[in-house]
């Protein structure tokens, strides 16, 4: 099955191409049938129950997990080819919890983006300094390059591991739950980041979060995962939480009371029933 979601780019490039992945995890199957395109340009936001195996997609996605079946290439590659470092950022679940024991300052911490296997020996430093400064500027955080990591809010944590990965001048960049821990307006204005990284700078945003509300508001295309796809589509026809009752086999849908009001929508098409 491949993606229904409309594209903005007309000429759409594949840069994901999931086939037919399975992946066990302690002899338990997590993931199965999972087939996914995502071309450039797309912001995907990917959302499931706890422990429906978001975060071991990703992780099956970078190649840190292998799965049992099927396939995924990245750049028409397989995840972790050494051709791929640099090209994909990611911004685990545990960004905002750095080690607080560690001294480090936001700009040393950019700094370790521009630096991989490919480049260590022989990258120009003006051009490192220079990757550095723009991608601090992108998430705006000039003002406190110079502080300790440990010193920063969780908010201006999650920009500062993002300007690594841009540092690094991934084009693909993939986030777990990055909103958590963050109040309202870090929140709303890391998403605007997120938004004008795709627009204005191509790149391709796969990013979990149990913030229904706030990944509506910002993703073109939304993923709903629950150890397989039960909706992948545009966001304006994502299900409200009786169609996504039904995509689950269960009754109404048990859990957060906050995302009812808002997982109303209009339209709904296009779900797909678990095949059996
Ligand atoms: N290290 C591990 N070893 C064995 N099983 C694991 C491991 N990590 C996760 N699992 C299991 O894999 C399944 C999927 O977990 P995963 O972390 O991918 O879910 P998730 O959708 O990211 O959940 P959450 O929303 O809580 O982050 C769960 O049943 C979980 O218990
Ligand atoms: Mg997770």
Not at 152 to 175: C, D, H, T, Y
């Amino acid at each position: 099955m491949h993606s229904l979601a409309t594209n903005k780019n007309r000429d759409s490039e594949p840069i994901l191409d999931v086939k037919d992945i399975a992946v066990y995890r302690s002899g338990k199957l997590v993931l199965q049938n999972i087939n996914l395109t995502i071309n450039r340009g797309e912001f995907v936001g990917l959302v499931g129950p706890n422990g429906s195996g978001k975060s071991t997609l990703m992780l099956t996605i970078l190649g840190i997990l292998n799965s049992y079946r099927g396939s995924v290439s990245i750049y028409g590659l397989q995840p972790q080819a050494s051709l791929l470092f640099g090209k994909i950022g990611w911004v685990s679940q545990a960004a905002s919890n750095l080690p607080k024991d560690i001294r480090l300052t936001v700009r040393e911490l950019v700094r370790l983006g521009t630096i991989h296997g490919r480049n260590m020996f022989n990258f120009k430093s003006s051009r490192q300094q220079e990757q550095v400064d723009r991608a601090i500027k992108m998430v705006d955080l000039e003002d406190v390059q110079h502080i300790d990591i440990a010193r920063l809010s969780g908010g201006q944590r999650q920009r500062a591991v993002i300007a690594r990965a841009l540092a690094s001048k991934a084009e693909f960049i993939l986030l777990d739950e990055p909103l958590v821990g963050i109040d309202r307006d870090a929140r709303n204005s890391l998403l605007k980041l997120l938004d004008g990284l795709c627009h204005n700078e191509g790149k391709t945003i796969l990013m979990v979060s149990h913030d229904l509300a706030a990944i509506r508001q910002t993703a073109h295309r939304m993923i709903f995962l629950e150890e397989t796809i039960r909706f992948d589509g545009d966001t304006e026809e994502f299900p409200d939480l009786v169609e996504l009752a039904d995509l689950r086999g269960i009754g109404p849908v048990h859990g957060h009371a906050e995302h009812v009001h808002h997982a109303d929508s209009g339209h709904h098409s296009h779900i797909h029933k678990e095949e059996e």
